[in-house]
């Protein structure tokens, strides 16, 4: 099966500095999406984005297919942004093993 | 419209007892699968049902079964339960390729 590979594992940064996060894929895919985790274990939807890029607020995404990689980017990060975020793809949604974001105050 | 929901939240069983979760789908959404979330972990598929069959399923022991109703919606089945069954259970919704998950059912097998 397809194998995602995410990183880094851990990031910490103080609040206002920019990260890039990276998603690494094996073999090609039809569907790609962006979770961000919150305290509770709700995953919530950032990005669907199977190619292309994408921008909402101070996150984008950007996926080439053909490289097999997706990249997020979180831009004058805040504590809220704290969380795991996972990348995960195809139709059974094969999941990486999740960035884990600090951002201090 | 309410999105995923997941019930229960919380769960609390022994080893070697049934437990049955649910999953009420996203309006308008006809598959939904499930997921099996150990600490630090990321989510691992357990199967998926699309028009009230088992489409595709993961590498999970036959202990774990579901349903999937006319409604759309799902229950997750899991039998003689063992202490490395806790985790955090999550159910996704999806019409086409985007999917949308519930808030998890946390259970814990003592």
Same mark, same amino acid.
């Given at each position: 099966?397809?194998?995602v590979e995410?990183?880094?594992?851990? @990031? !910490? ?5 920019? %990260?890039?996060?990276?998603? &690494?894929?094996?073999? #090609? ?13 709700q @995953? !919530? ?5 199977? %190619?292309?890029?994408?921008? &909402?607020g101070?996150? #984008? ?6 490289e ?32 884990r974001?600090?951002v201090?105050? | 419209d ?22 009420s789908?996203?309006?308008?959404h ?26 595709q399923?993961g590498?999970?022991p036959d202990?774990?079964?579901?349903h ?15 202490l490395?069954?806790?985790?955090l ?11 949308f ?10």
């Amino acid at each position: 099966g397809i194998q995602v590979e995410q990183s880094p594992p851990d @990031l !910490i940064l103080q609040e206002g500095a920019n %990260s890039t996060l990276r998603c &690494n894929f094996s073999d #090609s895919v039809n569907n790609l999406q962006w979770f961000h985790q919150n305290p509770w274990g709700q @995953l !919530i939807n950032l990005f669907y984005i199977p %190619s292309g890029t994408k921008q &909402n607020g101070r996150l #984008s995404a950007t996926t080439v297919a053909t490289e097999r990689y997706s990249l997020l980017y979180i831009s004058s990060s805040q504590t809220t942004d704290s969380g795991v975020y996972f990348c995960a793809v195809e139709v059974d949604m094969r999941f990486g093993a999740g960035t884990r974001l600090t951002v201090k105050p | 419209d309410a999105g995923v929901t997941q019930s229960p939240t919380h769960l609390i069983k022994t080893r070697g007892q049934q437990v049955t979760l649910r999953c009420s789908p996203k309006s308008g959404h006809d598959t939904v699968s499930w997921y099996q979330q150990a600490l630090g972990q990321g989510p691992q598929f357990i199967f998926q049902y699309y028009e009230e069959e088992e489409r595709q399923r993961g590498n999970f022991p036959d202990r774990f079964s579901g349903h999937q109703f006319p409604n759309y919606s799902s229950e997750l089945n899991v039998n003689a339960l063992l202490l490395g069954d806790s985790a955090l259970y999550l159910c996704a919704s999806s019409l086409g390729s985007e999917a949308f998950f519930g808030q998890g059912t946390r259970l814990t097998v003592v």
